[in-house]
């Protein structure tokens, strides 16, 4: 169970952050051939025990998220449709800090959109609570059923723990933290570690800023557990929530939220303080493409440093030449429209050559070869998201018998890299 833990301590902090884009949504049609992509998959799967090792779930979380970083970029480089170029026609956002202020189009083609700046003097930020440190072995709890009361967006909820003989502050904290994370009520727990090694539970809202009736966003107390709670410290306010602060060309506004749209058109979202104004507006026609371009070539880079993570440790270059090799292939007509290879098999983008292949008489070319890179790029990727076990360590126990075989559509799930039987 430790083992199934870490795998998703590791998805959730490293990917659990990840904001969801309206590229994920998805119709029932496309659900409907994921599936059957999956059972198709299963249908000739031999069955096989994985390797003992500790970073087997970590890889194929990174291969699914990878793959799914590789499908959005394609969806968004196309989506006014299959064929690259109608980006050209597409109205992409442009922020000149984009480290200050990430902004995205969402309007329609007919909208007026016309430039701003904005001037980010602070965020908004969560309410964060921040428990008592305490020595991880150490046992400060007795045996018992402890509850504790939390009240969040007018609404309360009561949580139950219960303490076992012999369990330490680790254990328990952790017990806690399963229960906020897991309980998806707005917040976000996590634990901390000072110098000493001491332990301590950080409880964050995923909510900012404050309406003007309230001071806090949510409220942690006990009567019956009051002892406990104490101990815990979890109802120890460390930063009050507070709104957002920043100027509309010129002009001084505040939010609860740092992420709001500016006349439906654009979606802004501020990252940190900005140095000065940011000018925010539509990117030409080639930025548009180039942009694009570049988030591909950013996702296909993740994924073959996926596999060179993997093929350092295992040895197994299955992940790794299976994803460069499209590189290679193409290597020569990619060059052409300035997308070149380094020794690892990274891609990068010279965006002048890009827009003086478009200009230039040998257009369609251009964009038959980007059309090319990016189906073959969206076969691998769904390839390796629909089965990431088959890029891993394994031991093959038995194959099927032709021509009479089952689907076992769960097999190539999303956890199947993190619930490893590692008794067998």
Same mark, same amino acid.
């Given at each position: 169970?430790?083992?199934?833990?870490?795998?998703?301590?590791?998805?959730?902090?490293?990917?659990?952050?990840?904001?969801?884009?309206?590229?994920?949504?998805?119709?029932?049609?496309?659900?409907?051939?994921?599936?059957?992509?999956?059972?198709?998959?299963?249908?000739?799967?031999?069955?096989?025990?994985?390797?003992?090792?500790?970073?087997?779930?970590?890889?194929?979380?990174?291969?699914?998220?990878?793959?799914?970083?590789?499908?959005?970029?394609?969806?968004?480089?196309?989506?006014?449709?299959?064929?690259?170029?109608?980006?050209?026609?597409?109205?992409?956002?442009?922020?000149?800090?984009?480290?200050?202020?990430?902004?995205?189009?969402?309007?329609?083609?007919?909208?007026?959109?016309?430039?701003?700046?904005?001037?980010?003097?602070?965020?908004?930020?969560?309410?964060?609570?921040?428990?008592?440190?305490?020595?991880?072995?150490?046992?400060?709890?007795?045996?018992?059923?402890?509850?504790?009361?939390?009240?969040?967006?007018?609404?309360?909820?009561?949580?139950?723990?219960?303490?076992?003989?012999?369990?330490?502050?680790?254990?328990?904290?952790?017990?806690?933290?399963?229960?906020?994370?897991?309980?998806?009520?707005?917040?976000?727990?996590?634990?901390?570690?000072?110098?000493?090694?001491?332990?301590?539970?950080?409880?964050?809202?995923?909510?900012?800023?404050?309406?003007?009736?309230?001071? *806090? &966003? +949510?409220?942690?107390?006990?009567? /019956?557990?009051?002892?406990?709670?104490? =101990?815990? #410290?979890?109802? @120890?306010?460390?930063?009050?929530?507070?709104?957002?602060?920043?100027?509309?060309?010129?002009?001084?506004?505040?939010?609860?939220?740092?992420?709001?749209?500016?006349?439906?058109?654009?979606?802004?979202?501020?990252?940190?303080?900005?140095?000065?104004?940011?000018?925010?507006?539509?990117?030409?026609?080639?930025?548009?493409?180039?942009?694009?371009?570049?988030? *591909? &070539? +950013?996702?296909?880079?993740?994924? /073959?440093?996926?596999?060179?993570?993997? =093929?350092? #440790?295992?040895? @197994?270059?299955?992940?790794?030449?299976?994803?460069?090799?499209?590189?290679?292939?193409?290597?020569?007509?990619?060059?052409?429209?300035?997308?070149?290879?380094?020794?690892?098999?990274?891609?990068?983008?010279?965006?002048?050559?890009?827009?003086?292949?478009?200009?230039?008489?040998?257009?369609?070319?251009?964009?038959?070869?980007?059309?090319?890179?990016?189906?073959?790029?969206?076969?691998?990727?769904?390839?390796?998201?629909?089965?990431?076990?088959?890029?891993?360590?394994?031991?093959?126990?038995?194959?099927?018998?032709?021509?009479?075989?089952?689907?076992?559509?769960?097999?190539?799930?999303?956890?199947?890299?993190?619930?490893?039987?590692?008794?067998?």
């Amino acid at each position: 169970m430790s083992r199934i833990d870490t795998a998703y301590n590791y998805f959730m902090t490293t990917y659990g952050d990840n904001i969801g884009s309206r590229y994920e949504s998805h119709k029932k049609s496309e659900l409907r051939d994921t599936y059957n992509k999956i059972v198709k998959a299963n249908k000739e799967s031999p069955l096989y025990k994985i390797k003992d090792s500790e970073d087997i779930g970590q890889f194929a979380i990174d291969i699914k998220e990878h793959a799914n970083s590789i499908a959005l970029s394609i969806s968004n480089l196309t989506a006014n449709g299959e064929d690259i170029s109608s980006v050209l026609d597409k109205r992409i956002a442009n922020s000149s800090q984009p480290e200050s202020v990430d902004v995205v189009y969402v309007g329609d083609s007919s909208d007026d959109a016309e430039d701003f700046e904005i001037q980010v003097n602070k965020l908004a930020q969560p309410q964060i609570n921040r428990g008592n440190y305490l020595p991880p072995d150490g046992h400060s709890f007795e045996e018992g059923q402890y509850s504790f009361d939390l009240d969040i967006r007018n609404h309360s909820y009561e949580f139950q723990f219960n303490v076992n003989r012999g369990e330490t502050n680790l254990s328990v904290q952790d017990k806690i933290i399963r229960l906020l994370n897991t309980s998806d009520v707005g917040l976000k727990a996590s634990l901390i570690t000072n110098s000493q090694n001491a332990n301590a539970i950080e409880i964050s809202s995923k909510a900012t800023g404050l309406n003007d009736d309230k001071d *806090l &966003l +949510f409220d942690i107390s006990s009567n /019956i557990s009051w002892r406990e709670l104490n =101990t815990l #410290g979890i109802d @120890n306010i460390l930063q009050k929530p507070s709104n957002s602060d920043f100027k509309l060309n010129g002009v001084s506004h505040q939010s609860v939220s740092n992420t709001f749209t500016v006349n439906k058109t654009y979606e802004l979202t501020m990252k940190k303080p900005s140095n000065g104004p940011v000018n925010i507006g539509l990117m030409n026609d080639t930025e548009a493409l180039s942009t694009g371009v570049n988030q *591909l &070539l +950013f996702s296909y880079n993740g994924m /073959i440093d996926v596999g060179l993570r993997y =093929t350092s #440790g295992h040895q @197994n270059r299955a992940l790794f030449n299976e994803i460069s090799s499209i590189g290679r292939n193409m290597a020569g007509r990619l060059a052409v429209i300035g997308i070149d290879a380094d020794s690892l098999g990274h891609l990068s983008l010279d965006s002048s050559t890009l827009t003086d292949a478009i200009n230039s008489g040998n257009r369609e070319e251009a964009f038959a070869t980007l059309n090319e890179f990016k189906a073959v790029i969206r076969s691998a990727a769904t390839k390796a998201s629909i089965n990431p076990m088959q890029y891993v360590d394994k031991s093959i126990v038995e194959y099927k018998n032709p021509g009479k075989t089952l689907a076992a559509p769960y097999a190539t799930s999303a956890y199947s890299g993190m619930m490893c039987n590692y008794g067998l």
